[in-house]
Structures are given as C-alpha cells and as structure tokens.
T-cell receptor, first 113, second 114 residues
Framework: GQQVMQIPQYQHVQEGEDFTTYCNSS?????IQWYKQRPGGHPVFLIQLVKSGEVKKQKRLTFQFGEAKKNSSLHITATQTTDVGTYFC?????????????FGSGTQLTVLP | DAGVIQSPRHEVTEMGQEVTLRCKPI?????LFWYRQTMMRGLELLIYFNNNVPIDDSGMPEDRFSAKMPNASFSTLKIQPSEPRDSAVYFCASHLSYSNQPQHFGDGTRLSIL
C-alpha cells in the first residue's frame, strides 16, 4: 500500500525553540492532513492542505505542501509546553475510485520548560 | 454534537478470552476506521468501512481479528482468542468520505491482555 514517511520520530526542544516535522511520499498526494495527539489522548485534526505549494498558518504553526505534492512540513515557532504531543501527517491517495488516507508514523515532541 | 463514541474505555482480560470493542460513529458519516496504536508500531489502520461495507481489511493482523458494521451507527472489532501482543490502544474514527473530509477519532479503548 501507499506509505508516508515522517521524520524525526522524536524531538526534544527547549521551550522557546522552534520545531519542524517533515513528511514524504513516493507518490503524488491528493491532499495532506495534519493531526495532533496529546499524551493519553486521541488524534485531533489540525489542518488540511490541498494545493501545490500551499502554505497555511495557525498562530505559531506553519504548514506547507510541496510543489510536487509529495512532501509537507509543520513548523512551530517558539514552542510552548502546550505544544507537547505527537504530530501526525496523513497523506490522501486515490485507490481506484476510493480515497484513502495513510498516516505517517508521527513525531513525538517534548518541550522542556 | 456527540463525537465518535467508543466502549469500553479500558479493558483488562486474560489471554484466550474474547474481546469486543464497540464504536458509534458521528451521525451522517459514511466511513468508519479501526486503528491500533502501540509504541512499537505506531498508528496502524486495521480495517475501514464505506457505507457499512468493508473496503480494505489488509491491516487486520490475523484471523483472530474480525470487524463488523451491521448498520450506519454501530461497529464492532472482535478479537478471539486474545493474546498479550494484542495489548494496545484501539481507536475508531469516522468521516464523510467525500471531498477530503478529516477523520474524527474516538477516545480509544485501552486494551490489556494478561
């Protein structure tokens, strides 16, 4: 099946530092979604990117979709302890007539106060 | 609006026992997904249904696992017999399958097989 690779697997940062997680697909994506899972919680949808080269911002979070629609990144500026959690990308593919969403392995972010 | 509802929230049972996990998707959503999450393997898609029909069950680990969706508002994931390696958090998610709608996850069932 389709695979979405996500790096790094873990990231520890000091509060106030920036953080970036990257996703890559070997095939073109129809869209990419980003989710956040707090410790002990469930994945919660953050945002979706659909257009080539698209950039979206949510306060300190910046999401990018590559020109070739094969990669994406999430950048957090000046991390806070509330940013702790695991960030997942999920790439959208067409399989026949069905849409499928494949989750990356996630990046677990720890923010040290 | 009620989100995706899963039950039970926690289950502890001995190996060999049958385990049934339940999920009620968000009303109006036509796709339902079962995921398993472990530290070692991350978030794995087990099976998904579209309009109550199983579309892809290639992620179901083995014949001990089965899933059903008898109607649009209910699904079960059954493990029989259960083994310690099945211990994980099992999530159910639902969405509208049209036009890239996001998935909405339930709170999960934390399953421990002793």
């Amino acid at each position: 099946g389709q695979q979405v690779m996500q790096i790094p697997q873990y990231q520890h940062v000091q509060e106030g530092e920036d953080f970036t997680t990257y996703c890559n697909s070997s095939t073109t994506l129809s869209n990419i979604q980003w989710y956040k899972q707090r410790p002990g919680g469930h994945p919660v949808f953050l945002i979706q990117l659909v257009k080539s080269g698209e950039v979206k911002k949510q306060k300190r979070l910046t999401f990018q979709f590559g020109e070739a629609k094969k990669n994406s990144s999430l950048h957090i500026t000046a991390t806070q302890t509330t940013d702790v959690g695991t960030y997942f990308c999920a790439g959208g593919f067409f399989s026949g007539s069905a849409r499928q969403l494949t989750f990356g392995s996630g990046t677990q972010l720890t923010v040290l106060p | 609006d009620a989100g995706v509802i899963q039950s039970p929230r926690h289950e502890v049972t001995e190996m060999g026992q049958e385990v049934t996990l339940r999920c009620k998707p968000i009303s109006g959503h036509n796709s339902l997904f079962w995921y398993r999450q472990t530290m070692m393997r991350g978030l794995e898609l087990l099976i998904y249904f579209n309009n109550n029909v199983p579309i892809d069950d290639s992620g179901m680990p083995e014949d001990r696992f089965s899933a059903k969706m008898p109607n649009a508002s209910f699904s079960t994931l059954k493990i029989q017999p259960s083994e310690p390696r099945d211990s994980a958090v099992y999530f159910c998610a639902s969405h509208l399958s049209y036009s890239n709608q996001p998935q909405h996850f339930g709170d999960g069932t934390r399953l421990s097989i002793l």
